[in-house]
């Protein structure tokens, strides 16, 4: 192929007109063909001319570049040639005859790198490849756009109203319980049916505003002349009164009153205080006021004297020569530590002595209701270990006023857990134990003897069984049985084990607590006791006590003479008819329960359900050793918990 045709078809004359005429006078040719720039505006054959000079102007480079460069190679002279230099603004097409020497091959890989984007049979448009330079030279020189980062959009929310908090005030706790007696005086005009209040104030709190009166507070009281009347308020804990303010509402003449004194007594302490008045509260008499601020006048507490009786055991070294003190509490507070010490003829004889009573008189103040006693000693002298039985402490003006602290248990260092001191609590009444006649003795007899099933459960852990031979003392509200001992065949009380004993004695009634001990015996005594469970079968006669006592519980209230206020709250709560009140909703509640009279009786009162035995639930969870925890080897264990156990039978046939 001739190298100038660089057409793969040759051009065909552009036809125009109605008869299909050529027009050859301005046709140029491109490589898409022959154009008629006439069809186009001015730009179009400017642009034109433009190019036929840039392709004369190339040829000429071309001629000079391309001879030095092939003579450095080696290789034949080849015109010269400028990839670029066409490249003009002006110029959108190339002509096929500038464009001819660029189909030829080359090679050298110099020529084919330097005519590389204009080889080939094909005419470019500059156009063309100045929009594809363009393109990648802004994707060369982009500026990377900035990373906008929105803003995150608020959410409206609709603020919370203001409300102003409710302020709840604690609520006191009304535990302690005050008596106030008020003396009206004997004067005439003395009497008022105002409603009378005072306010007290203590070390510790106060009592605002409680109004003096009996039963419902709507009802009227008249404090009459010369009357001394009683009330009783409930407040916190006031500590020593200081101030009582006493005041009323009466306004009119009649309302005048005159009182002589308010005395006030703390029911816990036993704490006294008098607030003398000797005034009118009056707006008609004196200096016509209706409120008084009263100072108190404490009453110093009388001196008690009491007389101390100590029993020492019969143990083996159960005496002791070191100095032995008491100190008893009370509700109103405790005694001075008082030393126990021989008076008058007896200094020469040797106190605390094994199987020794000892008495002691003693006197302190008033300090209420004794509740505990702490007994100790100082551990002197030759083998001061004491082992206390009990001690018995009687007031002498009063007799009849006895309290009992039952220890059973060693003072000593090397005993137990090695304290000198022990804290007993008082026991106003002990238990008779309920026994049968024996001989010439005679003994009522309290009922016929019961079955009862014992459950003791042994600790598990190191050394906790026992050789030795352990009892309980079952005790109740009729009294209590002697020392009942378990033992049986079988190797009984090794660690981890539970026991189960059938015993026979007397009723005690309901039980109220045990004592469960053992006698030291054998090598390894100490014992650990985890829990104790008792199961009472009840006989008939308990049956028979059981069902009285329900239908008396059931038996309608006797019906008094009705108060106007009474009559007025029966008024106010028919008009009520849907509410109910406490006693009619915890009688409700109760209907159904285990052992209530709906479930024993049905509605024609027969007998549908009987109880067969009572269980008692003890947890102990200590050592009953010498050499143990608090060396003690008989304890002494309240009820945790008790429930009664029915069964359906036919009464008549038991």
Not at 124 to 146: A, D, G, N
Not at 174 to 193: I, M, S
Request: aromatic residues 10%; glycine residues 6%; proline residues 4%.
């Amino acid at each position: 192929m001739d190298d100038l045709n660089v057409w793969a078809k040759p051009p065909r004359p552009v036809l125009s007109g109605l008869n299909g005429r050529p027009r050859t006078s301005n046709v140029r040719y491109t490589w898409t063909g022959p154009i008629d720039p006439q069809l186009y505006g001015d730009g179009l054959k400017q642009l034109t001319r433009n190019t036929d000079r840039n392709l004369s102007r190339l040829e000429k480079e071309k001629k000079e570049i391309l001879p030095s460069k092939q003579r450095h190679l080696g290789g034949p002279a080849q015109p010269p040639f400028v990839a670029s230099s066409w490249h003009d603004s002006t110029v959108m097409f190339a002509p096929w005859g500038t464009l001819s020497t660029t189909s030829r091959k080359s090679s050298l890989a110099d020529d084919a790198s330097t005519v590389s984007s204009i080889s080939g049979a094909t005419n470019f448009c500059y156009l063309c490849s100045t929009l594809e330079e363009h393109q990648m030279h802004l994707m060369r020189t982009r500026i990377p756009k900035k990373v906008v980062v929105k803003k995150p959009r608020i959410v409206y929310r609709a603020p919370v109203p203001k409300v102003k908090p409710k302020i709840e005030e604690p609520k006191e706790i009304l535990d302690w319980r005050y008596k106030v007696v008020v003396w009206t005086g004997d004067v005439p005009g003395a009497t008022t049916d105002a409603n009378v209040y005072i306010s007290l104030k203590g070390d510790l709190n106060f009592l605002y505003k409680a109004r003096l009166c009996r039963g419902n507070h709507t009802q009227k009281f008249c404090f009459c002349r010369g009357s001394r009347e009683t009330f009783f308020i409930k407040s916190p804990r006031l500590g020593n009164l200081e101030i009582l303010s006493i005041e009323h509402d009466g306004l009119e003449k009649r309302h005048s009153w005159y009182c002589e004194k308010v005395e006030i007594t703390c029911m816990k302490t036993h704490r006294q205080w008098v607030f003398t008045c000797k005034n009118w509260l009056s707006l008609h008499h004196g200096d016509y006021s209706i409120r008084r601020d009263l100072l108190a006048n404490q009453v110093e507490r009388t001196s008690n004297e009491y007389e101390l009786t100590v029993v020492t055991g019969t143990k083996r070294m159960a005496g002791t020569d070191a100095n032995v003190f008491v100190t008893f509490h009370g509700t109103d507070g405790f005694s001075p530590k008082i030393k126990l010490t021989a008076d008058g003829q007896r200094q020469v004889k040797n106190l605390f002595e094994k199987g020794s009573q000892d008495k002691f008189h003693l006197a302190f103040k008033d300090i209420g209701e004794i509740r505990t006693v702490r007994v100790e000693h100082d551990g002197k002298g030759l083998a001061a270990g004491w082992f206390l039985d009990r001690m018995i402490l009687q007031n002498i003006k009063q007799p009849s006023i006895i309290y009992y602290f039952l220890l059973n248990g060693w003072l000593a260092k090397d005993v137990g857990d090695g304290h000198l001191w022990r804290e007993i609590r008082a026991k106003k009444k002990l238990a008779k134990e309920i026994t049968t006649a024996k001989g010439r003795r005679v003994v009522v007899i309290q009922g016929k003897p019961v079955s009862y099933q014992v459950t003791v459960r042994t600790g598990d852990v190191r050394y906790a069984g026992t050789d030795a031979n352990v009892y309980i003392i079952i005790h109740g509200k009729k009294g209590k049985t002697k020392k009942l001992f378990m033992d049986d065949t079988r190797d009984n009380f090794e660690r981890g084990q539970t026991e189960v004993f059938e015993v026979t004695a007397l009723d005690t009634g309901e039980i109220t607590r045990i004592q469960i001990g053992h006698d030291n015996s054998g090598p390894g005594a100490g014992w650990f006791c985890e829990d104790i469970k008792i199961k009472k079968f009840l006989n008939r006669e308990n049956v028979v006590e059981f069902l009285k006592n329900l239908k008396k519980k059931k038996k309608p209230k006797k019906k008094h003479k009705k108060r106007l206020s009474d009559k007025l709250k029966e008024r106010a709560l028919a008009d009520i008819p849907e509410d109910v009140t406490e006693d009619e909703e915890s009688e409700s509640e109760d209907d159904d329960k285990e052992g209530s009279y709906r479930n024993v009786f049905d509605r024609e009162g027969k007998v549908v359900k009987v109880p067969v035995y009572e269980e008692y639930f003890f947890v102990c969870k200590n050592w009953l050793a010498t050499d143990e925890a608090d060396g003690l080897i008989e304890r002494e264990l309240e009820v945790k918990k008790q429930s009664t156990f029915f069964q359906d039978r036919d009464w008549q046939s038991t």
